[in-house]
């Protein structure tokens, strides 16, 4: 057995490569936390040494690329650890797979807040161990729609103290591959800091090459390439030349500027023949340039959108040995992604017939402005998330697996089932969660487990389809476009934006079947809330901290949101039959509910939280609060307006001072939060409201 504790001693090569200095401050840190004492490093040998070394040329040849060996050379009063790495990567997950194993560090200890335990040394069996080869080649996450991370601290963009966890938090993960955000300003570290940690850095498929926007470089100039192909090649060249020493994923792509099709600013480009030409020829001189620069690049291109459409059509001719990547729809499914109204499901994996090197985008968050999920864990269920990688891998797309991660955060638990997934090529999903609840709690798991299971099983079915489950933005998107709707006097119109969901029908309609499906999703959510506040209960008050940031915080975000576009469909219908006063009711109790969401976001903002959601912009909680205070507002001026005294005196003014009540002394306009709350009582007592914590019906 070898001996890991404080007084064990640490040798390392001179001059080590950023990665490995960066690996080796981890693992420095790990035993500290565990041991209470920082281990010497380069202090000359003790009686237990820990050395990292490269693998020899001999050796290499039995290690795949990134791998790592343990070796043991034990003796009296000098026993030696080696860490044997093929490369940089190869030493920092060695150094990783100790932490993990033997300190029992867990990978997301940064943002669940686990604590270490403490412990006076470890032993580790002296058995030469060597690691496994992953499933997937290129794994990695696109820190995407990150606006967490941006508003966190008031430094823009975001600084080291930032980005160092999320990139650490992926190579503990297994993961090599990095998007480091999403069209952040270049003089950012986050580029910089990916790959000085060791990561291949790829890029976002509307910024081929990692090429900086068009219309930034060139303000005012038209952005075709067929008008200023030079214009555009100049990007290219500057962003080659500048990452061909890095360890990159070269995206090749042609969309348009802002992530949307290029024709859409060049109508020339009318036909599917006429655009896939273009693109094709795009790609190719992409190649051809990085070509000239890097011998053996690594190419791909995403086969999302319309570009899929195109690649499945047999409009494109690409490089035979770029990586095609293709995506599934933001909810789960390999299918291609709805487009506003346009729900196509077209399959997006290859036929197995489709040679060359495949790989996918997955989703385990997504912001589309109608349903998706970004604050909360994915609303589809994790079977179907096996399922559906499962059937990629089997498609031979199992080259690549770039994961949507968001915020990171909020989405713990799906992101360590993809990280089992692309390390060992498939999971036991059961196994997977008790192992799970075990690592970030002590105690109840079974109650967890159970908690966690109705999560996916509550989520709303906006759909037929099995993935068509609604995340957290469903209560505020479609909330805000009815009350846009309502307010610009188009109720006699169908909302165009809300179709996709509803179907093409009156716009009561639409607004009553969001009312239904909110009223019923109310109810399972409300009864998990319930549950989970008990079980919550039980924990030890650390565990109560975490479990209410991990879980029942996502509960609240649901239950708060279901609440607040069920009561505002009620004030629709209230007011559509002319009982202003009940319908300001209900558009203020929507407004307390979803003012509860808010108050959610600052109960999880807690110590080093502090400000972690100041930047929602995405699902924008506060902009649906204001939303509906606007549309309260909006409902009293029909029978309390001009002098907003009216109702007051007609529902809750005493009969005795109704007749004779001096205006001069009787004429204090009440707020809109105390008029609601005295009409809600007194319709209550009238038997017009119930009185319950649920939606009204």
Same mark, same amino acid.
């Given at each position: 057995?070898?001996?890991?504790?404080?007084?064990?001693?640490?040798?390392?090569?001179?001059?080590?490569?950023?990665?490995?200095?960066?690996?080796?401050?981890?693992?420095?840190?790990?035993?500290?936390?565990?041991?209470?004492?920082?281990?010497?490093?380069?202090?000359?040998?003790?009686?237990?040494?820990?050395?990292?070394?490269?693998?020899?040329?001999?050796?290499?040849?039995?290690?795949?690329?990134?791998?790592?060996?343990?070796?043991?050379?034990?003796?009296?009063?000098?026993?030696?650890?080696?860490?044997?790495?093929?490369?940089?990567?190869?030493?920092?997950?060695?150094?990783?797979?100790?932490?993990?194993?033997?300190?029992?560090?867990?990978?997301?200890?940064?943002?669940?807040?686990?604590?270490?335990?403490?412990?006076?040394?470890?032993?580790?069996?002296?058995?030469?161990?060597?690691?496994?080869?992953?499933?997937?080649?290129?794994?990695?996450?696109?820190?995407?729609?990150?606006?967490?991370?941006?508003?966190?601290?008031?430094?823009?963009?975001?600084?080291?103290?930032?980005?160092?966890?999320?990139?650490?938090?992926?190579?503990?993960?297994?993961?090599?591959?990095?998007?480091?955000g999403t069209d952040l300003p270049r003089s950012g570290i986050h580029h910089q800091l990916a790959h000085d940690m060791g990561l291949w850095v790829t890029h976002h498929h509307a910024e081929p090459l990692g090429a900086e926007?068009?219309?930034?470089?060139?303000?005012?100039?038209?952005?075709?390439?067929?008008?200023?192909?030079? /214009?555009?090649?100049?990007?290219?060249?500057?962003?080659?030349?500048?990452?061909?020493?890095?360890?990159?994923?070269?995206?090749?792509?042609?969309?348009?500027?802002?992530?949307?099709?290029?024709?859409?600013?060049?109508?020339?480009?009318?036909?599917?023949?006429?655009?896939?030409?273009?693109?094709?020829?795009?790609?190719?001189?992409?190649?051809?340039?990085?070509?000239?620069?890097?011998?053996?690049?690594?190419?791909?291109?995403?086969?999302?959108?319309?570009?899929?459409?195109?690649?499945?059509?047999?409009?494109?001719?690409?490089?035979?040995?770029?990586?095609?990547?293709?995506?599934?729809?933001?909810?789960?499914? !390999?299918?291609?992604?709805?487009?506003?109204?346009?729900?196509?499901?077209?399959?997006?994996?290859?036929?197995?017939?489709?040679?060359?090197?495949?790989?996918?985008?997955?989703?385990?968050?997504?912001?589309?402005?109608?349903?998706?999920?970004?604050?909360? !864990?994915?609303?589809?269920?994790?079977?179907?998330?096996?399922?559906?990688?499962?059937?990629?891998?089997?498609?031979?797309?199992?080259?690549?697996?770039?994961?949507?991660?968001?915020?990171?955060?909020?989405?713990?638990?799906?992101?360590?089932?993809?990280?089992?997934?692309?390390?060992?090529?498939?999971?036991?999903?059961?196994?997977?969660?008790?192992?799970?609840?075990?690592?970030?709690?002590?105690?109840?798991?079974?109650?967890?487990?159970?908690?966690?299971?109705?999560?996916?099983?509550?989520?709303?079915?906006?759909?037929?389809?099995?993935?068509?489950?609604?995340?957290?933005?469903?209560?505020?998107?479609?909330?805000?476009?009815?009350?846009?709707?309502?307010?610009?006097?188009?109720?006699?119109?169908?909302?165009?934006?809300?179709?996709?969901?509803?179907?093409?029908?009156?716009?009561?309609?639409?607004?009553?079947?969001?009312?239904?499906?909110?009223?019923?999703?109310?109810?399972?959510?409300?009864?998990?809330?319930?549950?989970?506040?008990?079980?919550?209960?039980?924990?030890?008050?650390?565990?109560?901290?975490?479990?209410?940031?991990?879980?029942?915080?996502?509960?609240?975000?649901?239950?708060?949101?279901?609440?607040?576009?069920?009561? /505002?469909?009620?004030?629709?219908?209230?007011?559509?039959?002319?009982?202003?006063?009940?319908?300001?009711?209900?558009?203020?109790?929507?407004?307390w509910d979803y003012r509860e969401g808010l108050e959610a976001l600052t109960r999880s903002e807690h110590g080093k939280w502090k400000n972690f959601y100041r930047l929602d912009v995405l699902t924008n909680i506060k902009s649906?609060?204001?939303?509906?205070?606007? /549309?309260?507002?909006?409902?009293?001026?029909?029978?309390?307006?001009?002098?907003?005294?009216?109702?007051?005196?007609?529902?809750? !003014?005493?009969?005795?001072?109704?007749?004779?009540?001096?205006?001069?002394?009787?004429?204090?306009?009440?707020?809109?939060?105390?008029?609601?709350?005295?009409?809600?009582?007194?319709?209550?007592?009238?038997?017009?409201?119930?009185?319950?914590?649920?939606?009204?019906?």
């Open positions: 057995m070898f001996l890991l504790s404080h007084a064990t001693a640490i040798v390392a090569p001179t001059n080590l490569a950023k990665p490995v200095q960066y690996g080796l401050q981890m693992l420095v840190r790990d035993m500290e936390k565990v041991f209470g004492q920082k281990p010497q490093v380069n202090a000359g040998t003790s009686e237990w040494t820990i050395e990292l070394r490269y693998a020899s040329e001999e050796e290499c040849s039995s290690l795949e690329e990134e791998a790592f060996r343990l070796h043991f050379q034990m003796g009296d009063g000098n026993s030696v650890m080696t860490i044997v790495g093929r490369d940089d990567l190869g030493l920092v997950y060695g150094m990783l797979h100790i932490s993990k194993k033997y300190l029992e560090i867990d990978p997301f200890w940064f943002w669940a807040e686990i604590p270490v335990s403490r412990k006076e040394a470890v032993w580790i069996p002296a058995e030469e161990q060597e690691s496994a080869r992953p499933a997937v080649r290129y794994r990695g996450w696109f820190v995407n729609d990150e606006v967490c991370l941006i508003g966190w601290r008031k430094e823009y963009p975001p600084t080291e103290e930032i980005w160092f966890p999320v990139f650490e938090t992926l190579l503990r993960c297994g993961g090599n591959m990095v998007i480091p926007m068009f219309l930034r470089a060139y303000p005012g100039v038209t952005p075709s390439y067929a008008q200023h192909p030079e /214009l555009f090649e100049r990007l290219w060249r500057e962003a080659i030349e500048k990452q061909k020493d890095e360890k990159i994923i070269w995206v090749l792509s042609f969309r348009g500027q802002g992530d949307a099709p290029f024709w859409s600013m060049d109508p020339v480009f009318d036909t599917p023949e006429k655009r896939g030409a273009m693109i094709s020829k795009v790609v190719w001189r992409q190649y051809e340039l990085i070509k000239e620069y890097v011998k053996h690049p690594v190419c791909c291109i995403a086969l999302y959108g319309e570009i899929s459409e195109l690649y499945s059509g047999g409009y494109l001719d690409l490089p035979p040995d770029v990586i095609k990547v293709w995506a599934d729809n933001g909810y789960g499914k !390999m299918v291609s992604r709805r487009q506003g109204n346009e729900n196509f499901r077209i399959s997006s994996l290859p036929e197995l017939s489709d040679s060359g090197k495949h790989g996918i985008y997955y989703h385990i968050t997504f912001h589309d402005l109608q349903a998706s999920n970004h604050f909360t !864990m994915s609303p589809y269920s994790p079977q179907l998330m096996k399922q559906e990688i499962a059937a990629a891998f089997q498609a031979k797309a199992n080259t690549y697996l770039l994961l949507n991660s968001g915020n990171i955060r909020q989405h713990l638990y799906t992101l360590d089932i993809v990280s089992e997934i692309w390390c060992f090529g498939t999971i036991d999903l059961e196994k997977q969660l008790c192992s799970y609840l075990r690592r970030f709690f002590s105690s109840h798991h079974q109650e967890m487990q159970e908690l966690y299971e109705r999560y996916f099983q509550s989520a709303i079915a906006y759909g037929k389809e099995e993935d068509e489950k609604a995340g957290e933005e469903f209560y505020h998107h479609p909330a805000r476009k009815i009350i846009s709707h309502w307010l610009t006097g188009k109720v006699d119109q169908t909302n165009e934006q809300l179709i996709w969901a509803t179907g093409n029908v009156s716009f009561a309609d639409q607004v009553r079947w969001y009312q239904q499906k909110c009223a019923a999703g109310s109810r399972r959510w409300s009864r998990l809330k319930k549950r989970g506040q008990e079980v919550m209960e039980l924990l030890s008050e650390e565990d109560k901290i975490r479990f209410y940031d991990q879980f029942l915080f996502a509960i609240e975000l649901h239950d708060t949101g279901c609440r607040g576009a069920v009561n /505002l469909c009620q004030a629709y219908f209230a007011f559509k039959e002319e009982k202003y006063p009940l319908a300001f009711v209900h558009a203020s109790q929507a407004h649906t609060v204001d939303n509906v205070d606007t /549309l309260r507002r909006f409902i009293r001026m029909f029978g309390d307006s001009p002098d907003f005294f009216l109702w007051y005196k007609q529902y809750l !003014m005493p009969e005795t001072e109704k007749y004779i009540y001096l205006e001069n002394t009787h004429r204090a306009v009440l707020e809109d939060d105390e008029l609601a709350r005295m009409l809600k009582k007194k319709f209550a007592a009238d038997g017009k409201l119930p009185e319950t914590g649920e939606a009204f019906k």
